[in-house]
C-alpha cells in the first residue's frame, strides 16, 4: 500500500488557473516536503515543512503556496497557473532530523 | 551553493554487464549522500546512503563509496540485470533535513 498518497495522479489546467495538489503521508513523519521534476530540471526541491511550519521555500514565486491543515498533509497550492509550470510534482517525507526522504507517486501537471 | 554532478546521460548495457555511473559534488562541507533510483510512473525511491561514518553502502547488490578527496560518490553493480533499468539519481544534503539536491540522472537500459 502507498504510504504517500497524491491525488490526483494526472491534471491538465488552463492558462491562469487555480489548482491544488493534495498530500497525504501515513509513515508518521513530521516534515513534509514538495519537489518538482520537469525536462528543464529533473529534480528541484521547493519547500519544507516541519510540525506544520514553513522551514524552507526555494520557490520565487508566489504562486505556490503550501497549506498543511493536518500533521500528515501538505498540499501544494497553485494559482495563475502557467504552461511553464508543467512538471511532475513530488510530495515528500522524512522524520525530522533524519536524513531518509520518502517520495509519493507524484501528480504530473499539465496546464495549456 | 551545493551541487551534484552527473555526466553520463544516459547508459546502455546487456544483462550481466559491469555498471558504473559517474557522481561527483561540491560543498563547503561533508555532506550525507544517497542514490535514488526512479522507476517509470513512480517517485524517487532511496537506494543507497553514505554518511561520512560509513564511507561505503551496499544495496541489492549495487555498491558507492563515499570519496572525499575526489568528492565523488560513483555507483557500481557487478552484473546488471534488466529490471535494473530505470534513472538512477545522485544526490546530496547538508546537515540533518530534507532537502536534497540532486544531480541531473542517467537513464539506464539494460538489454537482455
Known amino acids: 500500500d502507498p504510504k504517500i498518497i497524491q491525488k490526483p495522479k494526472y491534471l491538465v489546467a488552463v492558462t491562469g488557473s487555480e489548482k491544488i495538489l493534495i498530500c497525504e503521508q501515513y509513515l508518521g513523519h513530521n516534515a513534509m516536503y514538495w519537489y518538482r521534476q520537469s525536462a528543464k530540471k529533473p529534480l528541484e526541491f521547493m519547500f519544507s515543512?516541519?510540525?506544520?511550519?514553513?522551514?524552507d521555500n526555494q520557490t520565487a514565486s508566489s504562486r505556490f503556496q503550501p497549506q498543511s491543515s493536518k500533521k500528515n498533509h501538505l498540499d501544494l497550492q497553485i494559482t495563475a497557473l502557467k504552461p511553464d509550470d508543467s512538471a511532475t510534482y513530488f510530495c515528500a517525507s522524512s522524520q525530522q532530523g533524519n536524513t531518509e526522504v520518502f517520495f509519493g507517486k507524484g501528480t504530473r501537471l499539465t496546464v495549456v | 551553493g551545493d551541487s551534484v554532478t552527473q555526466k553520463q546521460g544516459q547508459v546502455t548495457l546487456s544483462e550481466d554487464d559491469f555498471l558504473f555511473i559517474n557522481c561527483t559534488y561540491s560543498?563547503?562541507?561533508?555532506?550525507?549522500l544517497f542514490w535514488y533510483v526512479q522507476y517509470p510512473g513512480q517517485g524517487p525511491q532511496l537506494l543507497l546512503k553514505v554518511t561520512t561514518a560509513n564511507n561505503k553502502g551496499i544495496s541489492r547488490g549495487f555498491e558507492a563509496t563515499y570519496d572525499k578527496g575526489t568528492t565523488s560518490f560513483h555507483l557500481q553493480k557487478a552484473s546488471v540485470q534488466e529490471s535494473d533499468s530505470a534513472v538512477y539519481f545522485c544526490?546530496?544534503?547538508?546537515?540533518?533535513?530534507?532537502?536534497?539536491?540532486f544531480g541531473d540522472g542517467t537513464v539506464l537500459t539494460v538489454k537482455p
Open positions: 515543512y516541519s510540525y506544520q511550519k514553513l522551514m
Open positions: 544526490a546530496l544534503v547538508e546537515g540533518n533535513t530534507g532537502k536534497l539536491t
Open positions: 560543498t563547503t562541507t561533508y555532506p550525507t
